[in-house]
């Protein structure tokens, strides 16, 4: 990939964590992700706790950004994605948009942010 599209980056990953955070949990666009929650967590606090999890997300995307301590985001974004999709593909795999296939997305996503924020870095680090 060209130098120049490296700037595009956290432009991207932010839109990801805003379009799940605001339209699939806050403004619960997608009730599929409401009913993951409620079969994780218990229903009794799924709206509640699904709009906490949209929220986060949100300030996700901020972090990106913001570009502050942009490895530790990387390394939280990996870890999030990564533990947020084997607790689903474990406990709420019929509920999944791709069903277990989407651990596959979580990987390919988990390795977009390790290849163009983590990679670039480290290498800068040992040149």
């Known amino acids: 990939m060209p130098k120049g599209y490296y700037k595009y980056i956290p432009y991207f990953l932010a839109t990801v964590w ?3 955070g605001l ?3 806050v403004c ?3 009730p599929r992700h409401q009913l993951i929650v409620a079969r994780i967590l218990g229903a009794a606090y799924a709206p509640l706790l699904t709009k906490v999890i ?3 997300e949100l300030l996700m995307a901020v972090w990106i950004l913001s ?3 942009p490895v530790w985001c990387a390394i939280a974004q990996i870890i999030l994605v990564m533990t947020m999709n084997i607790i689903e593909f474990t406990l709420a795999p ?5 069903g ?5 997305i979580a990987v390919l996503f988990s390795t977009f942010v390790y ?9 800068k680090l040992s040149s």
């Open 100 to 104: 277990r296939i989407n651990m596959v």
């Open 23 to 25: 339209l699939c949990k």
């Open 18 to 20: 805003i379009v799940n």
């Open 54 to 56: 949209g929220i986060l």
């Open 67 to 69: 570009r502050i301590k």
């Open 115 to 123: 290849w163009f924020q983590l990679r670039p870095t480290y290498s």
């Open 94 to 98: 019929d509920l999944l948009l791709f």
């Open 28 to 30: 619960n666009l997608v």
